[in-house]
């Protein structure tokens, strides 16, 4: 009789053991796949910044979107201000976004640890300070993944929060 008993106490400890196998081959195939969409999304990132910085090589194309730029009379300055500078200004805090979205990104799938995103955030946060970054971000915002879009407004509101707190 204590044979039959330890027969059934075998079997439940090897269906056990293959359940607890397969759940752990799910979670391994789980975080396969969250490295290779966080590595493509990386690579994407990294194609925008690199396809950006290619046109800001570009002088009469940087000076020709400048000149678009401070027509829309969104950069008023007291003096005249180079149509250069606007554009690589624009241009640079269009790519300091997309890095942040990227990193925002990485931090929400776990690869990004509480402290370093707190850094970036705050990164973020002077960049959408900036009438420069505050600008690149209302024209691409349409585009932006909805979760980094959404922080972003909350930032904003943030800023005019604390702006408004000021004498």
């Known amino acids: 009789m204590a044979n039959p008993k330890w027969r059934e106490t075998a079997e439940l400890i090897g269906i056990a053991s293959i359940v607890a196998s397969l759940v752990f081959v799910g979670l391994q195939l789980k975080q396969a796949q969250?490295?290779?969409i966080a590595?493509?999304?990386?690579d994407q990132a990294s194609l925008m910044v690199e396809a950006t910085n290619g046109r800001m090589q570009n002088e009469p194309l940087m000076r020709d979107y400048g000149e678009r730029l401070i027509a829309?009379?969104?950069f008023p300055?007291?003096?005249p201000i180079d149509p250069l500078v606007?554009?690589?200004r624009v241009h640079a805090a269009g790519n300091s976004l997309t890095i942040l979205d990227n990193d925002h990104f990485q931090y929400l799938s776990g690869?990004?640890?509480?402290?370093a995103w707190r850094s970036n955030r705050q990164i973020l946060k002077e960049i959408l300070s900036s009438r420069f970054g505050r600008f690149s971000y209302e024209q691409g915002k349409e585009s932006e993944r909805a979760s980094?879009?959404?922080?972003?407004?909350?930032?904003?509101?943030?800023i005019e929060s604390e702006s408004a707190k000021r004498p």
């Not at 690869?111 to 402290?115: L, N, P, T, V, W």
């Not at 980094?148 to 943030?158: G, M």
């Open 77 to 79: 300055e007291e003096e």
């Open 111 to 115: 690869f990004q640890s509480e402290e």
């Open 39 to 42: 590595g493509q999304y990386l």
């Open 72 to 74: 829309t009379g969104e």
């Open 148 to 158: 980094f879009s959404a922080l972003c407004e909350l930032i904003i509101k943030e």
């Open 34 to 36: 969250d490295f290779a």
């Open 86 to 88: 606007v554009a690589a």
